[in-house]
């Protein structure tokens, strides 16, 4: 399925399935009609009532930021109407008041120094143990091995979930990012994770512990406790937006390093290079390509008129590439300059858990530089299918076949 717009005559299109790159048509759109008034999906499968009736996307980088910024007249509470179905009225569907004091309470276990302790203890041996199972063999897809299975074993352990229920929670966690593929499936998992949260939430009303549903039991906005359903709303949450954002994230990493070896070898050498390397993967390829917002009253951006009540798509995907800011956009490349991207979005609603991100996919990729040499990506891994990267709002690598070398 495929959108076409016509600029003077020139027809553009963008696949809405995502196998092939919507890079051309962002760019496109950033020169002829950066505030466009149309809508990057097809939203015809969606129900009469939960259909936007008008619909806008920002595609350059100042647009989308201001409008991050703005909270007021670009908010983000439609949210409740859309993903709230499934995860409950989370953080992310809040604003105001409400929003400071939730996500003051949450933040404090994201802060970057109240990470560093999980460094030695979770993330590092997590990420070791993940190499370690696959060094001998020799080749690997490092989707199934890698970049799925170490944001899914690292949070379920910061949440303090037990080592035996690691089988449940990924099958669950599978279930609930598959919702847009499959709503039924998605639906159950979410209804399961409820009970199981729940069972986790009253095991620490009895006796708190110390981790992150622990903290969340404890936790009160002015002297009043979080109920269960606001505790449960969280972490629900925590799995579309720590898990899938971050498999994703790292996978796209890989496979950029993958196909410029140069860039490979130059971050295998010098290790001080991973935090470079992971922000240019997040600008180039952003995993997460668009969210949503909705007017609260008419506003002027980019020299247009939108009226209130309009369904916002911001492409932090085409901003990330906005000529204006960086040269040469469309090429990967770990050596330029230092210019901050817009992967987490801005404003109050800017991801809560970019730091954790970062860390574990430092780590990740230390661990396995440090276990294994030659790595070398083979695009023809004989099932006929091409590795590449896929998707239109969420993006990544269907798959990453290696070969490569235990380390001596
Ligand atoms: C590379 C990985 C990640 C990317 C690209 C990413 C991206 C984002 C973006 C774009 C938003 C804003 C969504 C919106 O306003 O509509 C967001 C919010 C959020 N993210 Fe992340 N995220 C990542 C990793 C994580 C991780 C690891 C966690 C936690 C375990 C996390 C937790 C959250 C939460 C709780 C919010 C909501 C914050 C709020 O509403 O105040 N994210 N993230």
Redesign the pocket.
Known sequence: MTLSTDHDGQAVTLDLTGETSPYPFFEYMRHTDPVWHGRLGDTSQLPEELRPSDEWVLFGYDDVFQAFRDDRIFT?AAYDKTIGLVMGHT??AMGGKE?HDH?NLVAKA?RATALERWEPSVIGPVCDQLVDEIKSDGHADLVKAVTFEFPTRI?STLLGLPREDLDLFRRLSLGLISIQSDIVAGLNAATELHDYFLKQVEQRRRKITDDIIGDLVGAEIEGEKLTDEAIIAFLR??LP??LE??YR?SGNLLFLLLTHPEQLAMVYQDRSLIPTAIEEG?RFET??TT?TRTTTQEVEIGGKTIPPDAQIGMC?GSANRDESRWTDPNRFDIRRPRQAHI???GG??M????H??RLETRVMLDSLFDRVTDLVFVPDDGTGEESKIVGLTFRSPNKLPVTFNPAA
């Open positions: 983000s953080i992310l929003h996500r994201f949070i949450l925590l937006a720590g954002t971050t994230s997040l995993p997460l969210v932090m992967a987490f979005a109050i609603h991801c809560l858990g970019m954790l991100a």
